[in-house]
T-cell receptor, first 112, second 118 residues
Framework: GENVEQHPSTLSVQEGDSAVIKCTYS??????FPWYKQELGKGPQLIID?????GEKKDQRIAVTLNKTAKHFSLHITETQPEDSAVYFC???????????FGKGTSLLVTP | EAQVTQNPRYLITVTGKKLTVTCSQN?????MSWYRQDPGLGLRQIYY???????DKGDVPEGYKVSRKEKRNFPLILESPSPNQTSLYFC?????????????????FGPGTRLTVL
């Protein structure tokens, strides 16, 4: 089955700096790659996603890049703010979202 | 307000006592799913349902049952809970659409149910 590796497990940045979280996947058939943000006491919330026919997608301060050849994708958050502090999960799916295989999460702390 | 609701939010029970965690969505989504979240293991899928009366196993289905008699509800049943089922459980739902192949839209997650089995 699909195996998704996520790094780093914890990340601390200063407010205003950029944060990058990287994920690799094992199944070359995977075609959908969402990123979720989970705040304390809440369920995961989709923040951005990318499909395999696109190499990069941007939404304001967040962007995701996908390298299908290398089987890795990354989340980039620019101009980080304290409210970006949360746990971020990447996921991969070979059937366009039905069965999401999640990474183990990255705890991001943005210090003022 | 579009949402996925779960009940109860917190539950402490004892080994072997049957329990049900309810999940309901008001977005008319076809697809629903249950995940468990454990420290260091991330989110793992237990069961999913593509539509009414259609369910299938995820990665960790042992010890769980589900049913999908109505589109909006997808209860998770633990017939004989054990301590290794102590976890944080999430229900999720999304639209399902086709354009040559099957796709799902954004998965919306519920707020979670923290279950402790003593």
């Amino acid at each position: 089955g699909e195996n998704v590796e996520q790094h780093p497990s914890t990340l601390s940045v200063q407010e205003g700096d950029s944060a990058v979280i990287k994920c690799t996947y094992s199944d070359s058939a995977s075609n959908y790659f969402p990123w979720y943000k989970q705040e304390l006491g809440k369920g995961p919330q989709l923040i951005i996603d990318i499909r395999s026919n696109v190499g990069e997608k941007k939404d304001q301060r967040i962007a995701v890049t996908l390298n299908k050849t290398a089987k890795h994708f990354s989340l980039h958050i620019t101009e980080t703010q304290p409210e970006d502090s949360a746990v971020y999960f990447c996921a991969a799916s070979w059937n366009s979202g039905y069965a999401l295989n999640f990474g183990k999460g990255t705890s991001l702390l943005v210090t003022p | 307000e579009a949402q996925v609701t779960q009940n109860p939010r917190y539950l402490i029970t004892v080994t072997g006592k049957k329990l049900t965690v309810t999940c309901s969505q008001n977005m008319n989504h076809e697809y629903m799913s249950w995940y468990r979240q454990d420290p260091g293991l991330g989110l793992r899928q237990i069961y999913y349902s593509m539509n009414v009366e259609v369910t299938d196993k995820g990665d960790v289905p042992e010890g769980y049952k589900v049913s999908r008699k109505e589109k909006r509800n997808f209860p998770l049943i633990l017939e004989s809970p054990s301590p290794n089922q102590t976890s944080l459980y999430f229900c999720a739902s999304s639209f399902r659409w086709t354009s040559g192949e099957l796709h799902t839209d954004t998965q919306y997650f519920g707020p979670g149910t923290r279950l402790t089995v003593l």
